[in-house]
């Protein structure tokens, strides 16, 4: 066993785990976390995908001594501080971009790492950005617009903030 230490979505972890055990699975079984799912643990599906230091990574490929000593964030760490979805999460709802939702925060984590890198992408762009997280349902029109949309609303949040600052 291995200690590890590590914050997630905010909070302070120290645990013992096996060096073999995935970040996923320490998300899944050890945290509680459900939102990062296993999909095909071959980095193929992107399911799985989370931020580590703020980059997308898809934590099926990531152990989680890996992770000691960095910050982890999931889809359940991007809500807003009062409990109500996140921006990008907020415009995956309002743009019917999910359906069954299983490869939903593995797409809102893409998308929250794109948007951190660009946050004006062109639809060519979102889509780039997206490539390697698969969704068997929707074809991928409603996502891409689901994160240009996101795009654009935090686009005018931050004006808005800074004109009020």
């Known amino acids: ?41 071959t980095t193929s599906c992107g399911a799985c995908t989370v931020l580590l230091d703020g980059d997308s990574v898809k934590s099926c490929t990531v152990l ?7 910050s982890v964030t999931t889809a359940e760490g991007v809500v807003n501080p009062d409990g109500t979805l996140g921006a990008v999460q907020q415009a995956f709802r309002e743009n019917h971009g999910l359906q069954c939702g299983f490869c939903t925060p593995g797409m809102v984590m893409a998308a929250t790492s794109l948007l951190a890198e660009n946050p004006h992408p ?13 969704c ?24 808005s903030a800074e004109v009020s600052a």
């Open 1 to 41: 066993m291995t200690e590890i230490k590590l914050t997630v979505n905010g909070t302070a972890h120290s645990d013992e785990v096996e060096p073999r055990l995935l970040l996923v699975h320490y998300l899944r079984e050890t945290l509680g976390l459900r939102a990062a799912n296993v999909g095909c643990d």
């Open 122 to 134: 062109t639809e060519q762009e979102v889509r780039e950005g997206l490539e390697g997280n698969f």
């Open 136 to 159: 068997r349902c929707t074809g991928y029109h409603n996502i891409v617009l689901a994160v240009l949309d996101a795009a654009e609303k935090l686009s005018d949040a931050a004006g």
């Open 64 to 70: 989680a001594v890996q992770a000691n000593g960095r």
